[in-house]
């Protein structure tokens, strides 16, 4: 073998790419890690959703484009989990294709990853849960060569690799709660971690604990709509930035509040006032709280702290303060 050497200044400079910035970086590995229940998957399938629509997500100024994307479960059912999920969400279902495992099951190292991505031209592989692809070798001496051999596949086929993983439950730093052998988060180039909110376990939130290939991204929360909650696949919404560190995230023993009473009192003040002359649309509530300088996802906690109420009537949603929405059900029902 011929010893060959170039420069750096003889290698083109390229801009970092992604699906949506700064989380998915393209063409690179990136892992979605948290503890079960915490709303990992329907995090991975609003982003498979805005990318087989083209749709931006809230914090993107654009839209990456239409795009395909594989999605391997082995922990829900694709008729009747995954697929309802991705069309509440507004999916292109045509656009999200599945590896059939029923008779050989896939691992990281499987060549059928590679020849699914060139098939079908997807841009981004999430794989569910990451320790059933990857077995016995989670903490043992072959993570880095399966690792490194994945790496080079998503820049082959410039598809970014979303690696759904569970948190280990040793104390510790936040850091290193990820599951299995380091070297797994060693490769990845961006990692999101999702958990509770300290304040509200229905209010989810996702950190961007690690990004190498530029400035993280800011915390961002989620929920499941009142309007839903019968049905969690049915409710998913993002509702903005939150200021949360990844200690305070996952450190139940120092978990603290990690924005101001004034806020919050100040959306509650703001909740007596507009609803004290009678019941509101719920987008009228919004889009005047808004005006305020008071986000979704403050409103929806000062909304829980004082009790307010939703409820349905011709056709639209209407927010009403304790009491008054059951006495004006009963009305309609008299």
């Not at 083109?12 to 890690?33: C, D, H, R, W």
């Not at 079960?36 to 498979?48: D, E, H, I, Q």
């Not at 790496?151 to 990820?178: D, F, P, W």
Request: glycine content about 8%; proline content about 4%.
């Amino acid at each position: 073998m011929n010893l060959e050497i170039q420069t750096i200044a003889e290698i083109a400079a390229e801009p970092v790419q992604f699906l949506t910035s700064p989380y998915l970086p393209l063409g690179k590995i990136v892992i979605l890690q948290g503890d079960p229940g915490v709303g990992k998957t329907s995090v991975a399938l609003s982003f498979a959703a805005a990318l087989t629509t083209g749709k931006p997500l809230p914090w993107d100024t654009t839209a990456f484009g239409v795009c395909d994307v594989i999605f391997q479960s082995m922990e829900d059912g694709y008729g009747d989990t995954i697929r309802p999920r991705l069309e509440r969400l507004g999916a292109d279902c045509s656009r999200v294709h599945v590896i059939n495992e029923n008779e050989y099951p896939l691992s990281l190292g499987d060549n059928r990853l590679e020849q699914a991505i060139t098939k079908t031209g997807a841009k981004l592989l999430i794989l569910d849960p990451l320790s059933q692809y990857m077995g016995a070798e989670m903490c043992g001496a072959g993570v880095r060569p399966i690792m490194t051999h994945l790496t080079e596949m998503a820049a082959r086929t410039n598809c970014t690799v979303l690696l759904i993983s569970h948190l280990n439950k040793k104390g510790g730093k936040a850091q290193y709660r990820g599951l299995g052998a380091i070297d797994i988060a060693a490769v990845a180039r961006s990692v999101l971690t999702v958990g509770k909110l300290p304040d509200d376990d229905e209010l989810r939130v996702f950190v961007h604990s690690k990004c190498n290939l530029t400035t993280p991204g800011a915390s961002q929360a989620f929920g499941f709509d009142e309007a839903n909650a019968g049905a969690s696949y049915a409710s998913f919404s993002w509702l903005g930035e939150y200021k949360i560190t990844l200690d305070e995230l996952l450190d139940t023993k120092t978990k603290k509040e990690p924005k101001t009473d004034t806020q919050k009192d100040a959306a509650m003040s703001f909740l007596q006032t507009a609803l004290a002359e009678g019941d509101v649309p719920s987008t009228e509530l919004m889009r005047n709280a808004n005006a305020q300088g008071i986000t979704e996802i403050t409103l929806r906690r000062a909304k829980k702290a004082i009790g307010v109420k939703s409820y349905q009537s011709g056709g639209g949603w209407y927010c009403s303060l304790p009491g008054k929405a059951d006495a004006h059900i009963s009305e309609m029902n008299a």
